[in-house]
């Protein structure tokens, strides 16, 4: 056995000298192999020489595949990389210093390109945004037959109350003190706008603020006492609830406006709608409130009054203004307008609306004394004019009359004239950075040192304009409701001379 063992070394020796061409052989040496590799055969019987040479062969031929593979590897390292510049992802994260690896940064850009806001981004929906369609025959049939769907019903409002009950339901485990109340401003079941990011459900979440400071100082590293801190942290709070506890989805949020809001979307599988609703949620808000106790009161002075408040924000939500994160009026601000026109628009029937001091319910909330005036009447006949002249001489007169540079908004005291002395005064800077032009003055009844009008900029200011300018147009021509209502696109001319709207 040891005999075969130093034939098989041997031959292994010759294989490693007959595998190197390149390298220079020694003749000596070669001869010496050879005959000490004679000595040990001839001893050796036929079959250990059998085996001898197929050891020495298999030998030979495992350090050739090794050999080509090697040379293979070192021509993969020397070849230039066609590998894209930056890591591929693998596994759940990037490669970083750990891996022994450096991520190649990106080459910086020699000018950074502009690109349009993201309104005129325009992008494919999932659902084809259309046009309203009407069975009625002209503009007082279609008048008719949208406001029966934009109204709000009993109905509406009882499964909003349900959906409150069972948000604060949701809550109770993180807010036990925890009160919420809803409004709907239209008919959910089939009034809901075409294409507009605005709900038409308002959901309240009221929480006080010593519970929240307490809920937030008991987080470690958390002990902001701001009171619009706490009211975003309380917002999110109660969101994530709702995502995480009741199904609802997160679709968008707004902390821009002076009360922040979240806008969600409330599953069919609640069992309270028979079909998916968009909702905007807010913490310790007063906007809400606000806005249902205007529609309900004036209904209650003059149902001609609300039926344009219904139509005027309709109207917005189809044409794209009236989303105040871009810079549009909400809809509480499209409700004053609305008013505002119905107080000082004169006519033989006389006022349609009087201020809102003489409307008992929305004076209890005003935080601040108002003078008193002489009490107003409205006429029966006010009550039965028509809805479609009141929208047209609606568009007409913020289309035409009313001096949005030097006139004010105020239906507190239903008063007309110039700006008053305690509103802040809104300038806006267009894009060249050097023109201004003051904005619209918009007084809050029930904050009279707040001007609503602060939330336009230039862009969003011109296309308000131009809207009003093609609605009035479209109604002096009687042109149907699907036109007036066709949903606004970014790529659709934002008035009847083809005028695109531009930031």
């Known amino acids: 056995m040891t005999l075969l063992t130093a034939v098989e070394a041997a031959a292994a020796s010759l294989a490693d000298v007959l595998k190197q061409p390149t390298a220079p052989r020694n003749n000596n040496a070669m001869i010496f192999l050879v005959l000490a590799a004679f000595c040990l055969v001839v001893p050796l019987d036929l079959t250990q ?15 050739k595949m090794q050999r080509s593979f090697n040379a293979q590897e070192r021509k993969k390292k020397s070849a230039p990389s066609l590998a894209l510049p930056f890591p591929r992802r693998t596994g759940n994260r990037f490669p970083d210093a750990r891996d022994g690896r450096r991520t190649p940064k990106r080459p910086t850009p020699l000018a950074k390109k502009v690109t349009p806001p993201a309104e005129l981004q325009a992008q494919s929906p999932v659902v084809p945004v259309v046009a309203p369609t009407f069975q009625g025959v002209g503009l007082d049939s279609e008048m008719k037959e949208l406001l029966e769907q934009i109204m709000p019903t009993a109905e509406s409002q009882r499964g909003v ?16 003190d925890v009160e919420v109340m809803g409004f ?14 605005v709900p038409d459900v308002d959901i309240v979440i009221n929480v006080s603020p010593a519970v929240m400071a307490s809920k937030l100082a008991s987080r470690p590293g958390k002990s ?6 706490l009211q975003k942290w309380a917002l999110r709070l109660c969101a994530d609830k709702l995502v995480s506890a009741g199904g609802f989805k997160f679709r968008r949020s707004g902390f821009r406006g002076s009360e922040p809001k979240m806008t969600l979307l409330v599953p069919q599988e609640l069992g309270i709608f028979n079909q998916a609703v968009p909702i905007d949620i807010a913490v310790n808000a007063m906007a809400p409130l606000h806005s249902a106790a205007l529609l309900a009161e004036c209904g209650n002075a003059n149902p001609r009054a609300k039926e344009l408040l219904l139509l005027v924000r309709r109207w917005a939500k189809d044409r794209g203004i009236c989303h105040s994160p871009k810079g549009h009026f909400s809809p509480y601000v499209w409700s004053l307008l609305a008013i505002y026109f119905l107080q000082v628009k004169e006519r033989e029937e006389g006022a349609l609306m009087p201020p809102l001091q003489q409307l008992e319910e929305v004076s209890k909330l005003f935080t601040s004394p108002v003078k008193c005036q002489e009490k107003i009447i ?57 023109t201004t032009e003051p904005g619209p003055s918009i007084e809050d009844p029930f904050a009279p040192s707040s001007n609503l009008g602060a939330c336009m900029n230039a862009w969003s200011f011109q296309r308000m304009k131009n809207e009003l300018t093609r609605a009035a147009e479209l109604l002096a021509a009687e042109t149907s409701l699907s036109k007036l209502l066709e949903p606004w696109t970014p790529d659709s001319p934002a008035s009847p001379e083809g005028n695109s709207a531009e930031f």
């Open 378 to 434: 409205i006429k029966d006949s006010a009550k039965e004019l028509s809805p479609v002249m009141l929208l047209k001489e609606f568009m007409h007169f913020y289309a035409h009359e009313f001096n949005w540079r030097s006139q004010a908004v105020c239906v507190r005291n239903a008063s007309t004239g110039t700006v008053p002395l305690t509103l802040p005064i809104h300038i806006i800077l267009h894009d060249d950075g050097v």
């Open 224 to 229: 902001n006492t701001d009171p619009r801190m």
């Open 161 to 176: 109350d349900r959906l409150s009950e069972a948000i604060r339901f949701m809550l109770f485990s993180t807010l036990p």
């Open 49 to 63: 020489l059998i085996f001898a040479c197929l050891g020495a062969v298999c030998y030979y031929v495992i350090q």
């Open 184 to 197: 709907a401003s239209s008919d959910l079941s089939r009034g809901r706008a075409n294409g507009v990011a």
